[in-house]
């Protein structure tokens, strides 16, 4: 058992091993399929929905459905013949929530940010084929996106899916690419083209940026870092209204502030198994200067280089994923 353990943290997993690994359990991963499909506590879907949703047969949903019940995972709602999420799976969600106070101190990170641009900046982990909202930062006159924790976003057609998946390293990037054309065509097609740019942007500026992608009205900037907590590469990103910050203005204004960003909450992730849980760590404001903006951007890179440097475990595509 610690073999196989070892093995899945070691080269991740793509869901395409499920079905030619002898060691995954396929109903476990089914019964993940169906649990996602419930994104926030107010959903409530019937098997019907949840097998289009998912792609599996409504008979193999119905029994699913039936065993999420018996363990409290879902529950039956007679007068409207659907499902919601029930108290076992809030209470195990709320037991792994415990450690807040790391996302406390990243949302306030969040917040400075949102305060100097007009729009929605998010700190994100991803989840198969979308990127997941944790914790995000918003102004009052805020503009443009409106995402909120909890939140999904497609990772071929935003800045944040982007970003992670030029981080990845490229064999288990292009896997996950290779698994997208499989099962989601469209958005392969939108990514593969753009994999090999995005990874030199990475490589030489800290970001990534996507421009009228998932919207003509919205361009978005990016920045990865990888989270020794849940052993994948997780991002902050925000989201801006073209209209006001076209891609010339991105990389000029918000890229500068971004990467520093990037920079202040991948120093959080390293230091969260020591000093973050006792109240050591100070919030300091970020310096957002309105001239000088390369030498910002040189300065944090160099931080991020030196990170890039330390020993780090074994990076698994699949983490942080309910199929990891």
Not at 197 to 226: D, F, K
Request: proline residues 4%; hydrophobic residues 40%.
């Amino acid at each position: 058992m610690g073999r196989r353990s070892e093995r899945l943290s070691r080269q991740g997993m793509l869901a395409s091993d499920i079905s030619g690994d002898g060691d995954v359990i396929q109903v476990v991963s089914r019964a993940f399929d169906v649990l996602r499909c419930f994104e926030g506590h107010e959903a409530r879907l019937g098997n019907l929905e949840i097998s289009n949703r998912c792609g599996l047969p409504r008979s193999t949903v119905s029994r699913l459905t039936h065993t999420l019940t018996r363990m409290g995972q879902l529950v039956y709602l007679p007068r409207d013949q659907k499902y919601r999420i029930g108290p076992s799976a809030v209470a195990m969600g709320t037991t792994m929530m415990k450690g807040l106070q790391l996302r406390n101190l990243i949302r306030l990170r969040l917040q400075d940010v949102a305060e100097q641009l007009p729009g929605t900046v998010g700190f994100v982990i991803p989840d198969r084929f979308q990127m997941v909202y944790l914790e995000y930062g918003r102004a009052a006159n805020a503009l443009g996106l409106h995402e909120t924790t909890g939140s999904r976003i497609s990772m071929a057609t935003t800045a944040a899916g982007h970003a992670y998946t030029a981080a990845l390293d490229p064999v288990l990037g292009d896997q996950l690419i290779a698994e997208m054309e499989r099962e989601m065509p469209d958005g392969a097609k939108i990514l593969k083209p753009r994999i090999e740019t995005n990874r030199q942007h990475l490589r030489e500026h800290g970001y990534v940026t996507a421009c009228g992608l998932w919207s003509p009205h919205i361009n978005g900037v990016a920045v990865p870092m990888w989270s020794p907590q849940y052993q994948t590469y997780v991002v902050t990103t925000i989201g801006l209204l073209s209209a006001m910050y076209d891609e010339a203005r991105l990389h000029r204004e918000v890229a500068p502030i971004m990467v520093e960003l990037g920079a202040a909450v991948g120093g959080l992730l390293e230091g969260a198994d020591g000093d973050i849980f006792t109240n050591r760590i100070e919030r300091k404001s970020l310096s957002v200067a309105a001239h000088n903006n390369n030498k910002i951007v040189t300065e944090v890179m160099n931080e991020l280089e030196a990170g890039a440097r330390r020993p780090r475990p074994a990076r698994s595509l699949r983490a942080g994923d309910g199929r990891r």
